[in-house]
């Protein structure tokens, strides 16, 4: 129960943290370094370790990172005592980026005799960049002579990165449970998915089940392109869907073959009226009015709202809505259609109507269909495969009975098994 | 007993929503409203809470009528779970959250301190009394707007879909708290589109269609009546449905499933 509190506490927390963290840390950074003696002239760069330390903290993207480098810069700018302190202006933002881009690929996320080294080899390598640019720039518009550069400004960044190394391996670990304290590595576990390999084929039909918190959403958003990668991401996972590769294709163009449904596919509704709601999806795509009418028109047949145009999106019932939303993400010919729990909160009927129209878009209009759901009594008719999550974990993928066999026989989800399979399961042989 | 006669409500005084309904609703039963999206089962419970107001027609609690009551007057009888507990959490913590009702019904600190640790124990929240609504899970949301609505210790508990958008796991906690409740002798109204939850659990079902009141009976008269049953909008329980596969009769529930197998095996034996 405390997990499961810790992990909304997590999932709810703003998207600006990333900002205020690392205002803390360069402000403590920029009063270290007045502080800090000098022994030799060489003193730690503790902007540096603080950046550094913000951006493993926080994972930003690179672009976020280019930001943080700049403020980094202009704060070194107005605090350095270096002969040419607006070098810092070129150096830390190219710094910030890179730390940043190795951040988000975790590229020495990796352990040494049990201890996870990546703070001392970030700290060592970003030290080294900002460093490298720093004096490279100095040299070239001062015009210092090659053997100082050579014999003393660069030695003196590779002392400063090993020191570097030092301190932000020291500091890493209190700085972690400081600001991360209900996102540390033991519950971050329980939000990245996890050994998640994958295919899903051209013009399948999957469901996806599994308790809730078990991954079903993120997995869901992650192959629409809404990748979430502020708590680690997804690891050791290959995810190919329509033969693409999601985890190395760019978002926007996941967003462009995948339409969502979300769980709550009213927040997705935004016009008043049917017609309306389907060309505001066309208009921002820029077509003419005769292909918006003529497309529109197309998609209402599919979804079987034709002759509705003019209704208010408030007067229709839970099914059409959920027809709507689903119409509004056709239009735009996503190839991928991807729902979370489409019935919810839908009468039998209409339950019955959507997994009807699904099946209808997945034969008739080859359309690949992805869904998350519990009621798997629906599904029967329609599923090619069937996956079950538990724990940010890929439990099974197969056929519908042999899923179901899976979580009967290893009490995955059981409880989710329709009353018919599980009788039949339990009867074995007997059956009528 | 709740009454409610020739209940009638429109939009706008055109689109009408409830089209007299007439009903009675006993002490200590579990009461299930079902029909299609947009049939006019909220509404119903809304009129009922007093959130909404008939146009015309007469709702009567025990010997009090309530036809104009408000919410206000009605949260010392009956608590009200909405569909979604998003829509109903507001406080800063558990706690405050349950202490809510009983503090605005005029209850002193040492009632309200004992209000609130009876509705937690009874929904399993106890321990989370600090924290924050918002942060919980789902279910724990659901879990939690249940208490609030117990903590102002009313004898009729309005359930509005409470298991939409929870897992099967989930679904099986809040289904045995409801039991437990009724069993205490609550009375239960429940909102839902679930048929195995209707034939399970519930004593009386109504079904709404387009306002009017359909059907007023056991859920086995209208699980009996396959074709009543889908005109309505329904669906027959996944229980009835495989009972007429085994050739075993009607039966509502998987535990009576399960009966009818074992006896059959017994007797082939």
């Known amino acids: 129960m405390e997990n499961k509190t810790a992990m909304n506490k997590n999932q709810n927390e703003g998207s600006l943290r990333w900002i205020t963290i690392t205002t803390l ?129 660069l030695p003196t960044v590779g002392i400063m990165a090993i020191l570097g190394m030092i301190v932000g391996q020291i500091l890493y670990k209190p700085a972690n449970k400081i600001f991360n304290v209900s996102n540390n590595e033991k519950n971050k576990n329980k939000y990245t998915l996890n050994h998640m390999n994958l295919t899903i084929n051209k013009g399948s039909f999957t469901v996806v089940t599994g308790v809730n918190g078990s991954g079903k959403t993120t997995l869901l958003l992650t192959i629409a ?86 209704r208010l999106i408030t007067s229709l019932s839970g099914g059409q809505k959920q027809r709507l939303a ?9 190839s991928i259609l991807v729902l979370d729990e489409p019935i919810a909160a839908i009468d039998p009927e209409g339950a019955i109507e959507i997994y009807s129209l699904l099946k209808e878009l997945n034969t008739k209009y080859h359309k690949t269909i992805i869904v998350a759901e519990h009621d798997l009594k629906y599904i029967s008719d329609c599923v090619t495969q069937l996956i079950v999550l538990d724990n940010g974990e890929l439990k099974y993928a197969g056929t519908m009975d042999e899923c179901l066999s899976f979580m009967y026989h290893s009490k995955v989800y059981a409880e989710a098994i329709p009353l018919k399979s599980k009788i039949y399961l339990e009867l074995g042989d007997q059956k009528c | ?104 019904l005029g209850f002193n600190g040492k009632e309200v301190d004992a209000s609130v640790k009876k509705a937690l124990d009874a ?72 048929m195995d939850i209707i034939a399970e659990h519930a004593h009386k079902v109504v079904v709404l269609e387009k306002g009017l009141l359909k059907f007023n009976g056991t859920p086995l008269e209208l699980f009996s009546n396959e074709a009543l049953t889908l005109k309505l909008g329904l669906e027959l329980p996944e229980a009835v449905h495989v009972g007429e596969e085994y050739n075993l009769g009607i039966c509502l529930t998987p535990r009576e499933l399960y009966k009818k197998l074992e006896e059959r095996n017994h007797s082939h034996v």
């Open chain 1, 25 to 153: 840390l360069l402000a403590i950074g920029v009063i270290l370094r007045m502080i800090s003696p000098s022994i030799g002239g060489i003193s730690l760069n503790w902007n540096i370790v603080m950046y550094c330390l913000a951006i493993m903290l926080c994972r930003p993207t690179p672009g976020q990172g280019l930001g943080i480098g700049i403020v980094a810069g202009l704060v070194a700018t107005m605090t350095s005592k270096a002969a040419l302190p607006y070098a810092n202006l070129v150096s830390e933002p190219i710094a910030g980026y890179l730390c940043a881009y190795m951040a988000s690929k975790r590229i020495f996320d990796f352990k040494l005799v049990n201890v996870n080294v990546e703070p001392a080899f970030m700290a060592f390598i970003t030290t080294i960049i900002s460093g490298g640019i720093f004096v490279t720039v100095t040299k070239v518009i001062i015009n210092l002579p090659i053997n100082i550069y050579l014999y003393a400004m």
């Open chain 2, 123 to 194: 929904t399993g929240l106890t321990g989370l009394e600090q924290h924050s609504p918002q942060m919980l899970s789902r279910g724990l949301k659901q879990r939690l707007a249940i208490a609030s609505a117990l903590a102002a210790k009313p004898r009729i508990l309005i359930l509005d879909e409470p298991t939409t958008g929870q897992d099967c796991r989930e679904r099986t906690i809040l289904l045995r708290l409801m039991r437990k409740f009724n069993l205490e002798g609550m009375t239960i109204i429940l909102v839902t589109h679930d």
């Open chain 1, 326 to 334: 689903i119409a509004t993400v056709l239009v735009v010919d996503s």
């Open chain 2, 1 to 104: 007993m709740l009454k409610l006669k020739d209940i009638n409500y429109s939009y706008n005084k055109k689109d009408k929503v409830l089209d007299c309904i007439t009903l009675e609703i006993h002490e200590g039963e579990i009461v299930a409203i079902a029909g299609r999206n947009g049939s006019g089962k909220t509404t119903l419970t809304r009129i009922i809470m007093g959130i909404m107001n008939a146009d015309n027609g007469f709702m009567q609690l025990d010997d009090n009528d309530i036809t104009k009551a408000i919410p206000a007057d009605m949260a010392k009888y009956i608590g009200y779970v909405f569909q979604n507990p998003d829509r109903q959490l507001f406080a800063s913590s558990v706690f405050e959250e349950v202490a809510y009702a009983p503090k605005k």
């Open chain 1, 225 to 310: 392109g809404a990748r979430i990668n502020y708590f680690g991401g997804i690891k050791n996972s290959k995810l190919i869907v329509n033969d693409i590769d999601i985890m190395h294709t760019e978002l926007a163009e996941l967003n462009h073959q995948v339409g969502m449904v979300m769980a709550d596919y009213e927040g997705q509704l935004v016009t008043e009226t049917v017609g309306d709601e389907i060309a505001f999806s066309l208009e921002n795509l820029g077509l003419e009015l005769n292909e918006i009418l003529k497309k529109r028109s197309q998609v209402l047949e599919m979804v079987g709202l034709s002759g509705l145009e003019d």
